[in-house]
């Protein structure tokens, strides 16, 4: 009954580093997100995978690559961090449809030193 | 950007009172609607979709008002656990994006 992991929960960067956020959901979904959320502002949308093999930028990409390994992994890669990235990372998945809810990891707690 | 626009609040409500609040969104063609709960540093969950001719689930009622592009959400008989962030999700349908409201913080006192 695992639903959507993101690992890890927290972490700490140095400005300039770089890491990747893993996402794994076991509901067999097809569709695939990944949003940030900083404090007084709705989730925004950095990318997200329509389908196993599609990969769409969303609302704000800049800064971050994504692969959609397979099916279920849908990872998040910050290439060079900056301050202006530290935020809470949600990972969530869909099945895809009319009126379909999206279900969310725990989320990431990312801060930027 | 399209627009959802959320009262922020907080709202401070005694236990057992009803509740309101509303959500505005700017785009007409928008086809689907959800108020979802988030408590403090956790993920967000759905709470219900938001149909065309109203729906309840228990205590709560959600309302869509295509006309005046709101949708409304009503909590009766308030708990202390219904004390959350709620956030207000259109989907406009194009393409695969949810656009989030910032949320509206309601907190039960006892």
């Known amino acids: 009954n695992a639903g959507v992991t993101q690992t890890p929960k927290f972490q700490v960067l140095k400005t300039g580093q770089s890491m990747t956020l893993q996402c794994a959901q076991d509901?067999?979904?097809?569709?695939m997100y990944w949003y940030r959320q900083d404090p007084g502002m709705g989730l925004r949308l950095i990318y997200y995978s329509a389908s196993e093999g599609t990969t769409d930028k969303g609302e704000v990409p800049n800064g971050y690559n994504v692969s959609r390994l397979n099916k279920r992994e849908f990872s998040l890669r910050l290439e060079s961090a900056a301050p202006s990235q530290t935020s809470v990372y949600f990972c969530?998945?869909?099945?895809?449809?009319?009126?379909?809810?999206?279900?969310f990891g725990d989320g990431t707690r990312l801060s930027i030193l | 950007r399209k627009e959802v626009e959320q009262d922020p609040g907080p709202f401070n409500v005694p236990e057992g009172a009803t509740v309101a609040f509303n959500c505005t969104y700017s785009?007409?063609?928008?086809?689907?609607f959800f108020w979802y709960r988030q408590d403090c540093r956790k993920e967000p969950k759905l709470l219900m979709s938001v149909y065309s001719s109203g729906n309840e689930d228990g205590r709560f009622t959600a309302q869509l008002n295509r006309a005046s592009q709101y949708i409304s959400l009503l909590i009766r008989d308030s708990k202390l656990s219904d004390s959350a962030t709620y956030l207000c999700?259109?989907?406009?349908?194009?393409?695969?994006?949810?656009?989030w409201g910032a949320g509206t913080k309601l907190i039960i006192k006892p």
């Open positions: 509901m067999n979904h097809n569709s």
């Open positions: 999700v259109v989907n406009e349908g194009s393409n695969y994006q949810l656009i």
């Open positions: 785009n007409s063609a928008s086809q689907s």
């Open positions: 969530a998945s869909e099945v895809t449809g009319y009126n379909q809810p999206q279900h």
